[in-house]
């Protein structure tokens, strides 16, 4: 790389946060605290649905994360990195707090075009999210995971710790009761 | 759940905000955990360098790897190249950001002074010690032009007002750490 293509290259302030953090620097790593709190805090809400849990949730997280700075590839995403430990911090807490639901390994979807999750006509984000609310944990996770934060089959079943064919099943068991719930077609 | 900036109504899920605030701060007591194991990192970090006095110039490189603007290529510095084209790299820049810390009179004192010997001091050292010391100035040279160009576009950057002043430490601990090997007289 010549000096003026460094120039041009954006700088990849992310980077140079974690690498700073990594070195003990806390006002650094409060930067990616503030930069990335509000889809670790959107995850961690969805998943546990009550908001100091998600609150808990959130620190633990950002603590955890602080503690595993040294195994983070800098390479990677830090905001997938931070999902993935939100999401292990959500099912511990739930674990905790009640018996794992059953997991469900039939009904596995069709493969082929994954659904971009389009409603039929609109919805108020209230009645969604209410609707997502309602749902079975393992269904919501799924959900949550691969239709809202856009991670894919594999990525979401990884972070869940459940085999591929469970997420998608979970996802068709999703679809088909927002459906019921919103009365529209969820495609 | 209470949503912020969220539309009214959405055709797809991927239109739901993925982003929600908390109600609260939620980084003080982020920071009153994992400040305690901040200050012991930094603790220890420094007990080992004064127990590695020979590797010192691992911490300086360190010390570059922490700024971190990216990735840098550092110039080409040759050991056997003459020092001076760092001396005039590392002078003030005319023009550039003065911030608070850069301006000051002490540290801008402690850096000429550092600077006048810095010549001297390379040529003292083992080749291989001269070129990483050569390559992190460079890096640091490097990344403050980067700082500064970025903050000649957007001069109120908090961030980069910071990164600046931190790279500015960083040039200052290499120099220190030359400087400080160079009287041991047990090199870099």
Redesign the interface.
């Given at each position: 790389m010549t000096l003026a293509q460094v120039e041009d290259s954006p700088i990849d302030w992310e980077g140079a946060l974690v690498e700073r953090a990594r070195a003990g620097d806390t006002r650094a790593f409060e930067r990616l605290y503030r930069e990335h709190t509000g889809r670790v805090y959107g995850l961690c809400l969805r998943m546990t649905r009550e908001p100091h849990t998600a609150e808990d949730c959130t620190q633990e997280t950002f603590i955890n994360a602080w503690r595993a700075l040294a195994q983070f590839e800098t390479r990677s995403s830090f905001g997938t990195w931070l999902h993935r430990i939100a999401v292990n911090v959500a099912l511990a807490k739930r674990r905790k707090a009640a018996r794992d639901e059953p997991v469900v390994e039939a009904e596995v979807e069709e493969q082929g075009v994954e659904p971009v999750w389009t409603l039929e006509t609109p919805v108020e984000v209230q009645e969604i999210e209410d609707a997502i609310g309602t749902l079975p944990e393992g269904a919501r996770d799924a959900l949550v995971l691969h239709a809202l934060y856009g991670y894919s089959h594999t990525e979401a079943a990884q972070m869940l710790g459940v085999a591929e064919g469970t997420c998608k099943a979970q996802l068709h068991r999703a679809r088909k009761l927002l459906r019921e719930r919103l009365n529209v077609e969820v495609g | 759940?209470t949503?912020r900036g969220?539309?009214?109504?959405?055709?797809?899920?991927?239109d739901?905000?993925?982003?929600?605030?908390?109600?609260?701060d939620?980084?003080p007591?982020?920071?009153a955990?994992?400040?305690r194991?901040?200050?012991r990192?930094?603790a220890a970090?420094g007990a080992r360098r004064g127990a590695v006095a020979p590797l010192r110039w691992l911490a300086a490189a360190?010390?570059v790897?922490?700024?971190?603007?990216?990735?840098?290529?550092g110039?080409s510095m040759l050991p056997g190249v003459a020092p001076a084209p760092l001396a005039q790299s590392a002078r003030p820049e005319s023009g550039a950001l003065q911030t608070a810390w850069v301006s000051d009179p002490r540290y801008q004192r402690e850096r000429e002074q550092l600077m006048r010997s810095l010549g001297a001091q390379l040529a003292a050292l083992p080749p291989a010690s001269r070129a990483k010391v050569m390559a992190s100035l460079a890096t640091i040279q490097?990344a403050k032009?980067?700082l500064e160009?970025?903050l000649g576009r957007d001069p109120g950057n908090a961030?980069l007002q910071?990164?600046l002043v931190?790279t500015y430490q960083d040039e200052m601990r290499v120099l220190t750490d030359v400087h400080e090997a160079s009287d041991a007289g047990k090199g870099i």
């Open positions: - | 759940m949503e969220a539309k009214d109504s959405v055709m797809t899920l991927r739901l905000p993925q982003a929600i605030e908390p109600a609260r939620l980084w007591q982020i920071e955990r994992i400040g194991n901040g200050v990192a930094v970090g360190a010390m790897g922490c700024v971190a603007v990216g990735v840098w290529i110039r490097q032009q980067e160009g970025a961030l910071e990164l931190n």
